[in-house]
Nanobody, 112 residues
Framework: QVQLVESGGGLVQPGGSLRLACAASGITIDYYAIGWFRQAPGKERVGLACISRHDGSTYYADSVKGRFTISRDNVKGTVYLQMNSLKLEDTAVYYC?????WGQGTQVTVSS
């Protein structure tokens, strides 16, 4: 059974940092491009960052470029999203994806 489990979410003040983790089981993440997405209340789910399976190249949405960093540890079967300089508008449920599989999400709340 394939599972993607996100963790690391929580409540943080503006300007703070969090590191999310996406732990995979039932698949070998080496063979997958992995993406991070988020969905704010009343809004569509949007892609934030992606890391390729071939050479580890990365892609970032403009909204997070320079603040968020995606990385992967294939030995641990885990992909990370380091989030710095968090803003109020970063509040959302964050999901990881290894097509066609999705995690259940982790809540990130940025509030003073």
């Amino acid at each position: 059974q394939v599972q993607l489990v996100e963790s690391g979410g929580g409540l943080v003040q503006p300007g703070g940092s969090l590191r999310l983790a996406c732990a995979a089981s039932g698949i070998t993440i080496d063979y997958y491009a992995i993406g991070w997405f988020r969905q704010a209340p009343g809004k569509e789910r949007v892609g934030l960052a992606c890391i390729s399976r071939h050479d580890g190249s990365t892609y970032y949405a403009d909204s997070v470029k320079g603040r968020f960093t995606i990385s992967r540890d294939n030995v641990k079967g885990t992909v990370y999203l380091q989030m710095n300089s968090l803003k109020l508008e970063d509040t959302a449920v964050y999901y990881c994806r290894a097509l066609p599989f999705w995690g259940q999400g982790t809540q990130v709340t940025v509030s003073s």
